[in-house]
Each structure stands twice: as structure tokens, then as C-alpha cells.
């Protein structure tokens, strides 16, 4: 009883309420309060009621907060911020002269769905790469079953229809907030640019290149667009900007262009010379990417080995179903023709062989310690990375003499059908077909070079590579008069095929130098599982001298990128007039050192050297608009080098 | 016992009485001992009962999103019965497939416009839609917005620094705002027999600007041919259908006359490119002739809409409580920027559009009535016809009267004064401070404008804008066709001052709603109630209960916007067969689908429906366009298809062809 009346006191209680600001309004919700009770529903309804009123408050700040304030901020944190290029520009009275054309790379393009079974009910022209990727958790299977391509074809499986997402917006963000081509493109407009002159050339960068114009006529597409542009715009020549794997696209467009129908685009032989005023690579994969090869031997790349070696329980014991989850991975990327287009070129002689690589002796921040003392010969001793073994089995193998290394060879090994069995085989990875016989062959040949990992793919994987070697080659052309090199799988490799009859025309390569960039791989064998992808970055492989990290050998680079792959055809390969070049286009090499932003504010920084966010750096864009309001490679100053490229080029043994 | 039960303490947590949904609450209760202190005052009601709302609102939009895409359409066949399959489902299952490219041209205001470059004011809308989408902005910051969407009053160009450009591709005009289709039902039909963006191609132009104006600064005729060009190469020579909509009719008019015309002018495509590159143009809803709705438009910034609601509430509207005259004002000085609205004005005079005493649709609403009451006919009614042929009219009177009764002065040659221009009117743009009113008063004193007259009223009211105007549209009928005059391009898009093409295998078809009332005619009064206010406003008062006059605007036979004699009447007689306005006799084809509204309100904007933009929703005509795209012809399709009295009141129009 006496609880009854300490609650039942809200006579009491008035004086107190009195106090407050507003009798009245504080009167009515009492009398109604006599009688409620504080319950649990009530607090939980309160504290959400809360939460919400504040959030709101947020929210509403948030929205009257003039878009001007986060730059305010920072300003007054980090002092004025430089002007964007586009007002520098601007400013100095340049003005839109050249039609622009982007190439986005892999990846980066939206690819947006045109035909599914029933599961993508409601996603008809919605986004599944790209934008949200909220379709990836809400329903996986579906959605990786949109995205494969056909194992045999590699083009659509039957009834499934994904298409690139066409204009500006298919790449200018690849998220919500994480920007492609926006800061490229809003400098751009700063100088009168707009959609009349910027085409963005998006194409599904899951086939092969041929294969975009055989499903969609897309490079028919770009030919249009490009003539159109230019005559629009008064006969100027056009500026084309690609990135990533869009700089191997527009090599092979090049080719295509050139060639008469039906196998290319019957512009005539100097289509080039008529149309383009420069090419202007951003990170060019040239001559492949080293990361793609772990991509395509075990599906990881090095943040997924990194990952493994931080909470190795959780990997390797398959919770949260990690490796299935990589194996279904491994089934999508390997249905994706593309992904081929940037395994290694040029084999031993570009990337180096058992006992020498262009890079040997580079170790990180060499550059930056120049002027402190060192022990070079010293360091050069104890740092001597192998690059040239590009996969080694053991980390042993990765430093042993070339004398010492006893290799058996795999490619006549008997494959066994012992992993095989039913619940494996829905996932297809081809590793069930090899057997433990074909793995273990496989990693007694202890260390693979450029050239015999294409060969080692073709050991496990062959018929993804026998797909794929319908449209890429990764050779170096003898004789490039040799009619065999009309075909369209060479069209890619900037090794086999010559650059277009175009002398007024310029190529530019841009790239961030300054990161580590996975360069070669330490290997292991797993056989926790059985359905398992047998191999693994072994990331306890490590050396706390050399350039060795978690069973990942880096030089530098764009963290994608070796500069060996991007700057070796401008600097050494296509300068001045070569076999590869033969009417003497003029090649220029522009450099960008990665700094990292200052401060959270900045985001992804103005100065960065990697190789999306280069696409904000304030130098590289103040280059782009500069050509595309008219300017020369000479002009702009000609090439811009940090890194030892032209070292690394000279020791490169190609014949010119 | 119930009383102090409920009144029971948080603190009471070891009473025995057996309330067990309270005992797990109270021993939360006891672990925040604070809460006992603490009292339920009104912000914590207020919380509570946010809270309440908050959580309901997220149990809703969770079981929304649980819910199974295919709910809705679920329970709207519960009531109604299964659903017809789409077109597209239909037409795939007789084995059809995708075959012709397909070009869309949008009409005027469907289309988005995104900012390129603005003043300060638009801070964080670069690339942002400033029109379609959300329309955001317009509450935001509605002057700032309304500065970016005017054109400048000279040139009819962006005003300095400022750049608002179409949206391109497939997204520009697929919903104009959240979840209000335009084109988005057909687009996904035509993906169901296989189309996607390669054979699709969305002709999306600034609808502000006049069209030749399109090419002067965007070079939008040229992107159109080098797509349609590139498309017929890509699709194995297959030739394009054209699916141009509203005034996208007229704009795509003017693309045929464009590309065969010789460059600098034209595109210089050479005589045969339509013969070459098109099989047929599918026009939906195209106003030929002109729209009677675009006179009001720019003569007092108002359609029916807002002057019933005047009409409701006519307080509101006349105190000018919200500001709503001033709004008005600015949206009329907004749109007379824009040029393509003068497209739109009724072509071909009194010819066309009826005289003092005569119009081709003049029984119309005397056979309405005696089909609506056809037991009761009293066939001596000598009830007046409708004289649509004034489509202005000042006051109810001169709208009834006998010709022989009108009274007119002549108002060409009334004095314009400066009387009420005042310095805070000038800000805003509308002419009207120039007449002054002498010239107002001369304005109404001519009582009764037909079509031609209108044209010579405008010029009057707003000389500047028509001016501009004249210079890419005309409103004449010609004479004589092989006039080098008609090369201008101002003539491209009238029907009745070009010839068609000479591409004697293609096809035009006219697809249009009726069955809706349709403004045709206007009453109008004068109104001095506030300085400065558009003198001019429709008459709301003036209602005939036995015709087709309701609120000061006469009605016909249409799709809500465009009557269908200025979209019926080139297909059913002024190009049929071999004409002057069709010299190498391309096939013509009227296909009318008559009005259904939407059964029950689940079925959204209805698969029956003949409304101007919501027949784009229409199955039948949906289907007519997919059998067309993979590769019928109108005959095929079954010829024409009439409702309404197209064909008599194209007898009844007396013109030379």
C-alpha cells in the first residue's frame, strides 16, 4: 500500500511542476500521465523518441548548413586550399577547345540489368554493379548468376541481359560518394565543357574487347561518337582520356578503327590521324598487371591475404563461409574475359626471369633516402628481390640461386579426378579437374616466371585460358608485318601490334608512383578442405629487409600498377620512331607522387598518386585541361619523371 | 482493484498480485533507479510519442520492403480479376522480336534539364536535374531556380553564365518526376522483345528553346541523325522507328525538313536520308495543328487548372494571400523566355480553326447532348452551337452573339500608354506594364479573336516575345509550296507550310487519346484588382449547363491537352493519299484509342487511358508500337482505328491540297 501512494503523488508534484517554463503545457500531459504508466514499451518509445528528435535536429543542421562549410573548415584548419584546376585554368583565359572521350577502366562502370530469370524481379534497368550494390546481400546467388558469363561463350548466359549503363553517370562515381571521373569531369565544365563534348565510351568490361562490339557494336559506338564530336565541334581533333583497363581498350580501338570491315571499323587507314589529338593514359596497365595473376591462380589479391594473416581462425576455418565465398568469386571473375586482358606481356623479356628483373635493387623509399647515409652495395646485397619469379612456391624458393633451384616440370603431369566429388563440382573452378597429382606437380615447379605463368594457367585453369587465348596474347612480336597479327587477340598487346599512322598525334602515360604495387607472390599449398582453392599466398612469408610483406613482393608503383607496366612503352618501347611506332608519335611520361592527404578533410586527397583516386589529383587534372584546351606535350613541359623508369627501360632488353 | 493496479509504482516489483506482462518491465524498472525519480513531463510525452510513430513508421517501411514485388499486383487481381498480360509479355509469345531501332522524341516540359553552370546561388547542383526528378529546388530556393530556367528575353539563349542542358540517354524523359512514367512502360515492353540501349535511343532536346536553336547551341539535330545513322548501320541496315511524342511531333517535323536540307541550314543528309533511315514515325498525341491550351498560356500564364481553382477559392486567389498573382507573374516571365511555347500556337487560322461563325467541330456538343439524352430527344433544340471558332471571346456575351450582332473596334491601331507602369512592376518581365491602359481596353474592346486574330493579339500584348518568336514559327498556311521562302527553317515545323519528305515506303501514323474534354475556346474578362497583375483572366463565371462551356473555357473532343482535330487532321485528310503536303504519297494512319479511366485507383494511371501523357501507359497502344518495331505495317496493324468525327470535321475544313 504504501507503494501505491508514493507513486500516486502528482498533487505533490505541482509545485515542482510550476517551476517549469510553461505551467500549462506541462499540466495537460500530467493529468494524462496519472494515469499511464512509465512501462518498458514506454521508455523503449521514449529513448527512440529521442534518438530520432535528435537526429532530425542533425539532419535538419545538417541540411541548412551552407555546402560551402566543410571547405570553410578545412580552410581554417589546414589553411586556404588551392584553387581547383578548372578555376586556375580558368583563369589564365583557357577556354573548351577538344572534344574530350573518357574510357573507363574494369570494374569502374556501372553495368545496369536488361533481361533476368525471376529472382531480379523489380531490378529492370537498376544498377547490379555500381551505385548501392545492394542487390549483392539481398540476394547473392542471383546476383552472381546475372553477372557470370557464359563459361563456353563468354557472353551472356541464356535469358540474362546486363548492359553497360551509358552516359556520363556510368563512371563518374562507381559508388555513393566515391568518384571516378566527377572531379574530372566538373573541372572540365569549368571550361565550358558539357555533355556536347565529353562522351564517357562505357563498355561491359566483363568480355573480351572484340566481344563488346560483337554483342553491343560498342566500339561502332565510339567511332560514331568521335566523328560526331569532332565535326560538331569544328572539325578539333579529340582528347581521349582512358583509365586502367580502358587504356588496353583504346589500344585495341585503334587497331579496330583502322581496320577494314567486318573484323574492324573500316575508318580507312588514317582514321586516327584525322580524329585523335592525343591519348592521354591514366595508369595503363601497357604490359599487364601482376595482381591480375594471383586474381585468376586463388582468387585473392593481397588485402584478402592480409586479411587471413590478421584472423587467420576465421579464414581458414570457414566461418562466415570465406573460401566458399572465394570460390564463388573465382567462378564469376573466371567466366570474365576481360580479366585476361591484364595477365603479364612480354613474358621473360619485359618482366625478367629467374635471376634478374628491371627493377632488382629497388627497395621502398630509396628515392627519399638519397641524401641520407646508406650503405648502398650493402643493401643492394640483402635486398635482392627476385622479381623476375613472379609465383614461388615456399619463400625458400623466392631467394634460392638459380643453381640451386630443382624444379620438376608440370606440364606433363598426370591430372587426377581424386578431389572431385559432387558438392565441389557446382562450384566451378576447374581446380576439381586437376586433381592432387596436377596441384602437387604444380608446386614442385617451385618458381614461375612471366612467361610460364601463362603456361601455368594453362595447367590449371585451361578453358578460361583457352577462351581467353582466342582474344589476347601476351607475346612479343617478332615480325609485325606478319600477317597473323591482323587478328583481333593482338590488337590489346602493345608488343605485337604498331601504333597508328598518326605523327601529329600525342600519347601521354600518367600515373602515380610512390606506392608499394604488388610485383611477385610467395605461394603455399592448403589442403584444409576439400572444396577448397588448393593454393595461397603464404603470407607468413616476410622480410623485414627486402620488399617481401605478407607473402607479397611490392615495387613501386601505383598500388595496382607497376611502373614498369605503365611507363616502359612511353618511355622506352613507342619513343621515337620504332618498330612499334612506326611513324614517330610523340610519347611523353608524366609522373605524380603520391602524397597522401594531409587530413580526414581532404577525403581522398588532391595529391594522391593511386590509381582510382589519381583521378582527383589536382596536377594530373590541370595536365588533362590543358591538352584539352589545346596545349602540347611540350608545352606542358614535356615528361615528368620521379621514379627510375628509364633505368628500369634500359636494362629491358627489346629489340626497337 | 483494476484503479490501483494500474496506478501501481515502478518500484512495486515484489507485490504477489499475479500481473505478469508488468514484471519483466519493472525489473528494468529497477535497474535504472533514476527513473523513479523521474517525472512524465511534456517533453518526455513528446519523445514518447515520437517514439510511437517512429517505430510503427519502421515496422510499416520494414514489412513494405519484406514485402514481395509482386504483393500489390497480387491483391489488385484479388479484386479485379487477373490482369492482361503486358504487351510486351503478348507480343513475344507470337514469336515476335526486336527488329527496327527505335528512336524516342520526348515532348515539351517531359524531358529533365541539369545545370552545368550557374551563379552562386546554385552551389552543389552541378550535374543536378533543375527540372524533373524531384523538383527540390523549386522550394529551395524558387527565384534562384526560376533565374536558371529563363531564357534570355533577346537572344532566347542561356542568359550569361548560366548552362542548363538536357539530360541525355534513356533516363532523361523515362519518368519525369518519381514514380510519374512517361516513357518508362513502353521502354520496358520493348525490353521484353529484346530491345536495350543499343536499338533505343532517347532524343532528348532542351524544350526550351526554339528548335532550329536546339542545333545553334547544342548541335541536337546532329547527335540525332549521327545516332539514327550509326543505329540503322549497327541493326544491319534495319530502318528506324521514329516515336516522337507531343510536341516532340513538331520537333521531329522539323528534323525531316532539317536533314535533308542542304548545310549550313540543314543538316545536308541529301534528299533520300528519311527514304533511307526511317520506316515510319509513330506520333503520339502530336499537336500538328497547334494546341488552343498554349493561347491562355501566354496570354495571362494560365490553363483551365488554375482558373477553376480561382474559381473554387476566390479569396484566396484574388487577395493574393500566398503571393500566388505575384507567382504568376514570375512563372509567366519564366515561360515567355522560352520559345518552344510559340511552336505550339494554333496553326492555320481561321481555316483550320473555324471563323466568327463557323468550326469544324461546331455540332459537337449538340450530338453529345443528344446521345446523352437520346430518350428524351427534342431534335428542335435550337440551342446555340458552340462558336469555337472565337477562341477568345471577352465576356460570355460576344461568345453567343451572331456574327452580324459583334461589335469590334479595331485594337491594331490603339495607342499603347505608360500609365501603369510602375517601377516595382518592371522586375517583372510580362510587357503588360508597356501597354498600359489604353491599350488593355482596346485589347477587350475587339471582343472576339479568332485564330488568326490571336496570333495578331499576341504580337499586340507582347510584341518583344513574338518577335523572337516569329522568327522560328509560323502560322500561315502556304500558298504555294515550291516557294523558296519555305526553305527557312521557321516554316520546318508547321505541316502546313512543308511538304513531307519524298520517301514514299515510310509510314506516318497519329496515335491520340479522345474521349476527353479538350480546351478549345476561351471567355475572358478584364481585372484591375491589383496594380500589378495580368489585366487578363479567364471569365470562371461564364457556364452553360447545356453545352460545352464550363468555367469560361469551351470544351471539345480530345486527350485533355491537344483536340483532336489539330491531331487527327493532317493524317485523316491534309496528307492522305497523294497531296500537295505529301507529294510522294507516304502511307498515313489514324489510330484513335478511346478514354477509359482506371477501374479502381489500384491500377495507378490505367492501361485504358487516353489522357495526353498517360496514353503512353495505354496497353493497345503499346502493342500497336511494338508490332510496328518488329517490323508490321499499318496494314497489318489493321489501318485506322476512329472514335470520334475526325473524318467529318475534316470535310468540313475547306483547304487546298
Same mark, same amino acid.
Given at each position: ?11 505533490? $508534484? ?43 535536429? !542533425? ?60 529472382? %531480379? ?274 619463400? $625458400? ?147 623485414? $629487409? ?73 596536377? !594530373? ?36 | ?145 526560376? *533565374? ?278 518592371? *522586375? ?132 485533355? %491537352? ?96
Amino acid at each position: 500500500m504504501p507503494v501505491i501512494r508514493r507513486k500516486n503523488a502528482p498533487e505533490t $508534484e505541482t509545485p515542482e511542476a510550476s517551476d517549469a517554463e510553461d505551467d500549462k503545457k506541462s499540466k495537460l500531459p500530467e493529468r494524462k500521465s496519472k494515469d499511464k504508466k512509465w512501462s518498458c514499451i514506454d521508455t523503449c518509445c521514449w529513448l527512440v523518441g529521442c534518438i530520432c528528435v535528435l537526429w532530425w535536429f !542533425l539532419l535538419f543542421s545538417y541540411n541548412a548548413m551552407p555546402a560551402s562549410f566543410p571547405q570553410f573548415v578545412t580552410e581554417a584548419i589546414t589553411g586556404p586550399l588551392p584553387d581547383p584546376p578548372g578555376v586556375k585554368v580558368l583563369k589564365e583565359g583557357l577556354k573548351v577547345k577538344h572534344p574530350v572521350v573518357f574510357v573507363p577502366g574494369i570494374v569502374t562502370g556501372g553495368l545496369e540489368l536488361w533481361e533476368g530469370e525471376e529472382c %531480379t524481379e523489380g531490378l529492370f534497368r537498376k544498377r547490379l554493379w555500381g551505385g548501392t550494390f545492394g542487390e549483392v546481400y539481398k540476394r547473392p546467388l542471383c546476383w552472381m548468376y546475372h553477372m557470370s558469363l557464359d563459361n563456353e561463350t563468354g557472353l551472356d548466359p541464356p535469358g540474362v541481359r546486363v548492359r553497360p549503363v551509358t552516359g556520363l553517370v556510368a563512371a563518374d562515381y562507381f559508388a555513393a560518394g566515391y568518384f571516378v571521373w566527377a572531379v574530372l569531369i566538373n573541372n572540365l565544365a569549368r571550361l565550358g565543357y558539357e555533355e556536347k563534348n565529353m562522351y564517357m565510351a562505357s563498355y561491359d568490361w566483363r568480355l573480351s574487347f572484340q566481344n563488346t562490339e560483337v554483342r553491343d557494336q560498342t566500339l561502332s559506338r565510339i567511332k560514331s561518337n568521335i566523328e560526331l564530336m569532332v565535326a560538331t565541334s569544328g572539325g578539333k581533333k579529340a582528347v581521349i582520356i582512358p583509365h586502367s583497363m580502358g587504356v588496353l581498350y583504346f589500344l585495341h580501338f585503334m587497331k579496330w578503327v583502322e581496320t577494314p570491315a567486318p573484323v574492324g571499323g573500316g575508318g580507312g587507314p588514317n582514321w586516327c590521324a584525322k580524329h585523335l589529338k592525343a591519348v592521354m593514359n591514366i595508369g595503363g596497365p601497357f604490359l599487364g598487371v601482376p595482381k591480375s595473376v594471383p586474381g585468376l591462380f586463388s582468387a585473392e589479391v593481397r588485402d584478402i591475404a592480409v586479411a587471413r594473416a590478421l584472423a587467420p581462425g576465421i579464414l581458414d576455418k570457414d566461418l562466415f563461409r570465406l573460401q566458399m565465398m572465394l570460390q564463388h568469386v573465382m567462378k564469376l571473375t573466371r567466366t570474365w574475359d576481360s580479366t585476361m586482358s591484364m595477365i603479364p606481356k612480354g613474358g621473360d623479356t619485359i618482366w625478367g626471369g629467374l635471376d634478374w628483373s628491371p627493377e632488382e635493387g629497388y627497395y621502398p623509399g630509396k628515392r627519399n633516402q638519397n641524401n641520407e647515409t646508406q650503405t648502398p652495395d650493402q643493401s643492394e646485397e640483402a635486398n635482392h628481390a627476385n622479381y623476375g619469379r613472379m609465383i614461388s612456391f615456399g619463400q $625458400e624458393a623466392a631467394n634460392i640461386a638459380v643453381a640451386e633451384l630443382k624444379r620438376i616440370d608440370f606440364r606433363d603431369a598426370v591430372k587426377g579426378k581424386n578431389v572431385a566429388n559432387s558438392s565441389c563440382s557446382d562450384v566451378w573452378t576447374e581446380y576439381q579437374e586437376i586433381g592432387y597429382s596436377g596441384i602437387n606437380a604444380v608446386a614442385e615447379y617451385k618458381v614461375y616466371t612471366a612467361d610460364e605463368i601463362v603456361e601455368l594457367l594453362q595447367f590449371v585453369a585451361p578453358k578460361m585460358m583457352a577462351r581467353g587465348s582466342a582474344h589476347f596474347s601476351y607475346g612479343i612480336a617478332d615480325n609485325l608485318d606478319d600477317p597473323k597479327y591482323d587478328h583481333h587477340k593482338y590488337w590489346s598487346n602493345p608488343l605485337e601490334t604498331k601504333l597508328p599512322n598518326a605523327p601529329e598525334m600525342e600519347i601521354f602515360t600518367m600515373y602515380g608512383v610512390g606506392i608499394p604495387t604488388e610485383r611477385a607472390y610467395v605461394y603455399g599449398l592448403t589442403h584444409s578442405a576439400e572444396c577448397h582453392i588448393p593454393f595461397q599466398i603464404d603470407c607468413s612469408a616476410d622480410c623485414a $629487409e627486402s620488399c617481401l610483406a605478407g607473402g607479397v613482393y611490392t615495387v613501386d608503383g601505383d598500388e595496382t600498377v607497376p611502373t614498369l607496366s605503365a611507363g616502359y612503352m612511353c618511355a622506352k618501347g613507342w619513343r621515337g620512331k620504332t618498330r612499334f611506332n612506326p611513324s614517330g608519335i610523340k610519347t611523353y611520361v608524366r609522373e605524380y607522387d603520391h602524397a597522401p592527404p594531409a587530413t580526414l578533410l581532404e577525403g581522398r586527397g588532391t595529391q594522391s598518386g593511386a590509381h582510382v583516386d589519381i583521378m582527383g589529383n589536382f596536377a !594530373l587534372i590541370e595536365d588533362i585541361l590543358r591538352v584539352a584546351a589545346g596545349a602540347t606535350g611540350e608545352e606542358l613541359g614535356g615528361d615528368q619523371i620521379y621514379s627510375d623508369i628509364l633505368k628500369w627501360s634500359d636494362k629491358i632488353n627489346l629489340r626497337l | 482493484m483494476a484503479l490501483i493496479r494500474r496506478k501501481k509504482a515502478p518500484g512495486s516489483e515484489n507485490q504477489g498480485t499475479s500481473d505478469v506482462k508488468i514484471t519483466d518491465d519493472d525489473n528494468k524498472k529497477n535497474k535504472k533507479p533514476i527513473q523513479k525519480n523521474k517525472r512524465w513531463t511534456c517533453l518526455d510525452n513528446c519523445c514518447w510519442f515520437i517514439g510511437c510513430i517512429c517505430v510503427s513508421w519502421w515496422l510499416l517501411l520494414f514489412s513494405f520492403n519484406a514485402m514481395p514485388a509482386s504483393f500489390p499486383q497480387f491483391v489488385t487481381e484479388a479484386i479485379t480479376g487477373p490482369w492482361p498480360d503486358p504487351p510486351g509479355v503478348k507480343v513475344s509469345k507470337e514469336g515476335l522480336f526486336a527488329k527496327h531501332p527505335v528512336v524516342f522524341v520526348p515532348g515539351i516540359v517531359t524531358g529533365g534539364l541539369e545545370l552545368w553552370e550557374g551563379h552562386n546561388c546554385t552551389e552543389g547542383l552541378f550535374r543536378k536535374r533543375l527540372w524533373g526528378g524531384t523538383f527540390g529546388e523549386v522550394y529551395k530556393r524558387p527565384l534562384c531556380w526560376a *533565374e536558371h530556367m529563363s531564357l534570355d528575353n533577346e537572344t532566347g539563349m542561356d542568359p550569361p553564365g548560366v548552362r542548363v542542358r538536357p539530360v541525355t540517354g534513356l533516363v532523361a524523359a523515362d519518368y519525369f518526376a518519381a514514380g510519374y512514367f512517361v516513357w518508362a512502360v513502353l521502354i520496358a515492353n520493348l525490353a521484353r522483345i529484346g530491345y536495350e540501349e543499343k536499338n533505343m535511343y532517347m532524343a532528348s532536346y532542351d524544350w526550351r528553346l526554339s528548335f532550329q536553336n536546339t542545333e545553334v547551341r547544342d548541335q541536337t539535330l546532329s547527335r540525332i541523325k549521327s545516332n539514327i545513322e550509326l543505329m540503322v548501320a549497327t541493326s544491319g541496315g534495319k530502318k528506324a522507328v521514329i516515336i516522337p511524342h507531343s510536341m516532340g511531333v513538331l520537333y521531329f517535323l522539323h528534323f525531316m525538313k532539317w536533314v535533308e536540307a542542304p548545310a549550313p541550314m540543314g543538316g545536308g543528309g541529301g534528299p533520300d536520308w528519311c527514304a533511307k533511315h526511317i520506316k515510319t514515325v509513330v506520333n503520339i498525341g502530336g499537336p500538328f495543328l497547334g494546341v488552343p491550351k498554349s493561347v491562355p498560356g501566354l496570354l495571362s500564364a494560365e490553363v483551365r487548372d488554375i482558373a477553376v481553382l480561382r474559381a473554387v477559392a476566390p479569396g484566396v486567389l484574388d487577395k493574393d494571400l500566398f503571393r500566388f498573382q505575384m507567382m504568376l507573374q514570375h512563372v509567366m516571365k519564366m515561360t515567355r523566355t522560352w520559345d518552344s511555347t510559340m511552336s505550339m500556337l494554333p496553326k492555320g487560322g481561321d481555316t483550320i480553326w473555324g471563323g466568327l461563325d463557323w468550326s469544324p467541330e461546331e455540332d459537337y456538343c449538340q450530338n453529345r447532348r443528344n446521345q446523352n439524352h437520346n430518350d428524351t430527344k427534342n431534335p428542335a433544340s435550337h440551342e446555340k452551337n458552340s462558336n469555337y471558332g472565337r477562341i477568345i471571346s471577352f465576356g460570355q456575351e460576344a461568345a453567343d452573339a451572331a456574327a452580324l450582332e459583334l461589335k469590334r473596334i479595331d485594337f491594331r491601331d490603339a495607342i499603347k500608354g505608360r500609365t501603369v507602369a510602375n517601377s516595382s512592376c518592371q *522586375e517583372v518581365w510580362t510587357e503588360y506594364h508597356e501597354m498600359g491602359y489604353g491599350g488593355i481596353d482596346a485589347a477587350v474592346e475587339y471582343k472576339v479573336y479568332t485564330a488568326d486574330e490571336v496570333v495578331e493579339l499576341l504580337e499586340f500584348v507582347a510584341p518583344k516575345m513574338m518577335a523572337r518568336g516569329s522568327a522560328h514559327f509560323s502560322y500561315g498556311i502556304a500558298e504555294n509550296l515550291n516557294d523558296p521562302k519555305y526553305d527557312h527553317y521557321k516554316y520546318w515545323s508547321n505541316p502546313l507550310e512543308t511538304k513531307l519528305p519524298n520517301a514514299p515506303d515510310m509510314e506516318i501514323y497519329t496515335m491520340y487519346g479522345v474521349g476527353i474534354p479538350t480546351e478549345r475556346a476561351y471567355v475572358y474578362k478584364l481585372t484591375h484588382s491589383a496594380e500589378c497583375t495580368i489585366p487578363f483572366q479567364i471569365d470562371t463565371s461564364a457556364d452553360r449547363v447545356d453545352s460545352c462551356l464550363t468555367d469560361g473555357v469551351f470544351t471539345v473532343d480530345g486527350d485533355e %491537352t491537344v483536340p483532336a482535330l489539330s491531331a487527327g487532321f493532317m493524317c485523316a485528310k491534309g496528307w492522305r493519299g497523294k497531296t500537295r503536303f505529301n507529294p510522294s504519297g507516304i502511307k498515313t494512319y489514324i489510330r484513335e484509342y478511346n478514354h477509359a479511366p482506371p477501374a479502381t485507383f489500384l491500377e495507378g494511371r490505367g492501361t485504358q487511358s487516353g489522357a495526353h501523357v498517360d496514353i503512353m501507359g495505354n496497353f493497345a497502344l503499346i502493342e500497336d508500337i511494338l508490332r510496328v518495331a518488329a517490323g508490321a505495317t499499318g496494314e497489318e496493324l489493321g489501318g485506322d482505328i476512329i472514335y470520334s468525327d475526325i473524318l467529318k470535321w475534316s470535310e468540313k475544313i475547306n483547304l487546298n491540297l
